[in-house]
């Protein structure tokens, strides 16, 4: 008969580890921590915006500081009920060491970390970066979702046809870039004065994006751009194709 | 035997019911609607327009005079006609309440009382929201096609792919994002300045619309970019593969 | 047995009738009059241009006579040689009416007569659409190719799934290009001052085109059109998976 | 029993011929070629920029200098070991003339020349050029991967489709082109003056680019346009389900 400690600890365990839940989706406390870590996004993200930050500033510290108690506790916990995890067959301690060391709890911590620092008064710029990491908590939803598995292993079974669509990508960047330095170098010299500076130009033509800051002005330059606008299409059309048929293949399989 | 009256209660429940209509398409009557749906809308959009609004004021209140009274008259002869829908058993009072609280008949009822909100004289800028409700109207062509009915099982028996999909896109959209806030924060702070800034830049790019409003200026900022634009193109790809596949599956199924 | 007369005309028919061609592909005479179409489409299109005009006007004029020319004797080859056209049974006389009445002689005929009206004096701007009716010429290669009829049946299987799907991207343009002129209708009215100004933006924007000419400039503006730009993915998978799985059923089929 | 000397030339054939590898992937020797051919496309991509030739002059042209000696090498490596190829029964001259006449040998040379020829003077514009082709040691890339067979198989099993969509494409970029110069070419003449200046902007809308250089301004204009953008959200789903269908089949098939 296992004592109320070893009882309740199973109870944590049960509902912090999700492929301990019994029943499809998430337990009830991994929803609330997915709905902290959206928020504490959130709040990261508005924080950083000069018109919010003044008249809202403690208001953002304060869903910090009681976000990162959440998460210092969820830390703790899990910590304490992993050695409820089968098979059994290990010491608590060396259980304990193991998940310390996993990257799922490295990114638990440094979740927790982020919080407490600016109370060790870190200067601003260093936190900017540190408060990005931050974000990796969201790698938690992975958790969530099966589908994220055969997204992932669609890519995986087509990765040297999307590889090679890749180099021709990077082909056609380049050969276009090259000529429209050739062509247009001495025209537009902030431009395409260089090839790494038309390989700008290339990259959000044949993305379809067009900023508009960069654009040829000679007809030659027109025509190659054309070229490679025409080419960004099929450089489109290809990934395309070869992940549907990956996905019919994987659905038949399935 | 039924008499005049019903016959000629049931032959309008034919007409307006899509469901009680024997051949293939919509009814005499439905399409003559659905024409004036369309003929509705585009009157609310033309009406907009400073430069039409004034020379041709009187057209537009007219059509949307006559529109309104042509959507009271289909209101009513729903009401009156309704209780000819199978299968009977049910009092003609109860069925006419439960058509009344229908969402569709609400929609309907919104149709026509939009246009006889005018006349008791609500300000122009509360009209303005009211006149967007009337293109709901456009709604009821949904009733028209089967086929939306495949885009929308389609999308349901793939809506876990989708949705990780889409949660890669936003997390693919916050660290772009953060990685320009970071990079051009300083150098372009109307632009760069903060988190929710950079996100307009980083949804424009990864949709390939590049309005050029706003866009990277030093090297980093442009290889950050760079990176963004090729994600882009590999989240247009996932869904469409998605959908491709599942298009295909429901053809075979058919 | 036939003449040396029947026999040429049976020739020329060979020639000049694609059906009748007995190996795969064009015949000679029709491959040489698919460049002359295209050629004829290229001498009208630089013709327009003023710097190339004035300079090369004289060398215009004289590709358009001498094409002029091949046409004008390609259509009286043709009128001569129809009745060979299997099966036969019917007078000549009222099968080179029937051939006269055809669309595909009424574009020959156009495009042997834009050349000779310029001798008549019509003035200029009238001409510029006469020009425009020369590039008809190009219908003709249609003809060349028999996976023209694939894409057409594949386009036809799928045409209530494709209509449903302008239908909502129709549907998403209004409400959108709605939702901004209320928004922002009164901070740009030249750009959002009426749902018809509004639609241009919502079109370029949907369409990933985003020429930058138009982009809201408020924060609820900018979320607005974020969630149109994200349909806007939608509305571009969804075309592709119906083609894409048309596609896959008619190869299967073939 | 083999001479030492024929068993090192033997085991350069192994190294240097990528058919002669006994395992899959490349010869470390191969491998490292490979990473040659990366850093020199890098370094003559990177010596183009003025903010970096100067400073770095000495190390691009070192870098330069060490790769046409690796080339050089590998050049007079293949030349001797080329008798080893399978099947024998050839002499020693007539394989090697053979090897020097092949395409990819050509290339081979030229990426050792282009390191070699600066010493002889030759002016920098016409250099430009020679760099240039430098890049296509690149195009040794190919051989690494068998993905990129199924690729061109695929798009060459779908040439008249592909085709067939491309002549659509320019059929509508030439009415767009033409109906934009007759609405606008007499307000914007600098942008749709001509036919050939409104087929730039058909080409960058019609590829969903929009730079936003060229836009219509009229009404009737952006209608056109509006229906230009749809087309091409058209021309975009049509090669990319054509595609997808072909990536299937190959699949299927293989």
Redesign the interface.
């Known amino acids: 008969m296992r004592s109320h400690t070893a009882k309740l600890r199973q109870a944590f365990h049960i509902q912090l580890d999700p492929t301990a839940w019994p029943t499809r989706g998430l337990s009830p406390i991994n929803k609330l921590l997915t709905a902290a870590i959206l928020l504490g996004?959130v709040n990261?993200?508005?924080e950083?915006?000069?018109?919010l930050a003044q008249p809202y500033q403690a208001m953002f510290a304060a869903v910090e500081f009681w976000l990162g108690s959440v998460f210092a506790a969820e830390y703790l916990a899990r910590l304490w009920s992993i050695v409820e995890e089968r098979p059994p067959g290990e010491t608590a301690f060396g259980r304990r060491l193991r998940f310390i060391a996993s990257p799922a709890a490295v990114v638990d911590l440094v979740a927790v970390l982020v919080t407490l620092v600016p109370f060790f008064g870190i200067n601003v710029m260093a936190l900017?970066?540190v408060r990005?990491l931050r974000?990796l908590r969201?790698g938690k939803?992975g958790r969530m979702?099966?589908?994220?598995t055969?997204?992932v292993n669609?890519i995986k079974s087509r990765r040297?046809?999307l590889?090679?669509?890749?180099?021709?990508?990077a082909?056609v960047l380049?050969?276009g870039a090259?000529?429209l330095?050739?062509v247009e170098g001495d025209l537009q010299p902030d431009k395409f004065?260089?090839?790494?500076?038309s390989?700008?130009w290339a990259?959000?033509?044949l993305?379809?994006?067009?900023?508009?800051?960069v654009?040829p002005i000679t007809?030659v330059g027109?025509m190659i751009?054309?070229v490679v606008?025409?080419a960004?299409?099929?450089?489109?059309?290809?990934?395309?194709?070869?992940?549907?048929?990956?996905?019919?293949?994987?659905?038949r399989n399935r």
């Open positions: 996004t990261a993200i508005l950083t915006e000069p018109l900017r970066l990005l974000i969201l939803l979702s099966a589908a994220l055969l997204l669609v040297y046809e590889f090679v669509t890749l180099a021709l990508a082909t380049i050969f090259s000529a330095y050739w004065g260089s090839i790494p500076r390989l700008w990259v959000i033509t993305t379809t994006i067009g900023y508009g800051d654009y007809a027109k751009a054309g606008a025409i960004g299409i099929g450089l489109i059309a290809m990934p395309t194709g070869i992940l549907a048929s990956a996905f019919s293949e994987a659905v």
